[in-house]
Nanobody, 115 residues
């Protein structure tokens, strides 16, 4: 069983930056891929960025060029650097990891971008 805990959310003005972190209770080396998802009020949860154990990444079109996902297997963390934030980025952001046994989710962290 892997537990994921997000941190780093908050309130920021449009154009600003935030860095989200996801800490795992155990090794993340078996979690492939890991990713960040978000859910805005009244909308479905959507994929924001994913990263494989080999470091391959994939981003939603809406965040391409603004967000960067990274993982540190030695520290069992996954991060999401978010730059040039827009009001439409406002959502609860969730960390996710998948292994042979299933999918794991964090509790989420709120990101609010004011205009």
């Amino acid at each position: 069983q892997v537990q994921l805990v997000e941190s780093g959310g908050g309130l920021v003005q449009a154009g600003g930056s935030l860095r989200l972190s996801c800490a795992a209770s155990g090794s993340i080396s078996s979690l492939n891929p890991m990713g960040w998802y978000r859910q805005a009020p009244g909308k479905q949860r959507e994929s924001v960025a994913v990263i494989t154990t080999s470091g391959r990444t994939n981003y939603a079109d809406s965040v391409e060029g603004r967000f960067t996902i990274s993982r540190d297997n030695a520290k069992n963390t996954v991060s999401l650097q978010m730059n040039s934030l827009k009001p439409e980025d406002t959502a609860v952001y969730y960390c996710n990891g998948v292994n042979y046994y299933g999918a794991y989710w964090g509790q989420g962290t709120q990101v609010t971008v004011s205009s």
